[in-house]
């Protein structure tokens, strides 16, 4: 059982569109974390987010965390090519073991 | 990224060899956690280690897996008598000790088992 679910899982646009990639549990958690990944490299943490209905932009990123703390979004305005890459959430359920579980990441492709 | 070093970055390995990944925290981290990629996974968690000490080792198989922390040098995660289902990207991030949500990633090992 993942406890994260992340969605779409793969996601293929053209340069200049918007996309949304959710992150969605049915537990609470006291803080997420969104990463990318590109091939053959290390996850690099852009935001981590910890409180219910907290919103934090990375320039032409979004991020939300849900009023309950069980979900986020990312949101990409005017995707471009250098946003290609896996995108992974991550977060530590609230009360529970402080060991950081992954969900299995959104595949972006941005065509130019 | 900047920072976590890992060596080597490419590993082939023959099934019943020995593989040794090494780890190199970032300056003023003394904790690391060990995870496993594999293609269109997420990543798993292996093993939480504090310098001298194992934290959590829930995640990492009972047999051939091993991991250390020495109070000098870098960590170390080691997989005896490796099989073909070893094969994975292994990667180590580091921490402050109190910031466990703000890990900084190393590029990562990809062990090949032949």
């Known amino acids: 059982t993942q406890l994260l679910e992340q969605s779409p899982q793969f996601l293929s646009i053209q340069e200049g569109e918007n996309l949304t990639v959710y992150c969605n549990s049915s537990?609470?958690?006291?803080?997420l974390q969104w990463y990318r990944q590109e091939p053959g490299e290390g996850p690099v943490l852009l935001v981590t987010?910890?409180?219910?209905?907290e919103v934090k932009k990375l320039k032409r990123l979004t991020f939300q965390f849900g009023d309950a703390r069980k979900d986020s979004s990312l949101h990409i305005t005017a995707a471009q090519p250098g946003d290609t890459g896996l995108y992974l959430c991550?977060?530590?359920?609230?009360?529970?073991?402080?060991?950081?579980?992954f969900g299995r990441g959104t595949s972006l492709i941005v065509h130019p | 990224n900047a920072g976590v070093m890992q060596n080597p970055r490419h590993l082939v390995r023959r099934r019943g060899q020995e593989a040794r990944l090494r780890c190199s925290p970032m300056?003023?981290?003394?904790?690391v956690y060990w995870y496993r990629q594999l293609p269109e996974e997420g990543l798993k968690f292996m093993v939480y280690?504090?310098?001298?000490?194992?934290?959590?080792e829930s995640g990492m198989p009972k047999e051939r897996f091993s991991a250390e922390f020495p109070k000098e040098g870098p960590s170390i995660l080691r997989i005896q008598q490796v099989v073909r289902g070893d094969s994975a990207a292994y990667f180590c991030?580091?921490?402050?000790?109190?910031?466990?949500?703000?890990?900084?990633f190393g590029p990562g090992t990809r062990l090949l088992v032949l």
């Open positions: 991550a977060g530590v359920v609230a009360g529970g073991s402080y060991i950081p579980t």
């Open positions: 537990s609470v958690f006291s803080s």
């Open positions: 987010v910890v409180t219910g209905g």
């Open positions: 300056k003023g981290h003394s904790h």
């Open positions: 280690l504090q310098k001298e000490n194992i934290i959590d």
């Open positions: 991030a580091s921490f402050r000790a109190t910031r466990q949500e703000t890990q900084y």
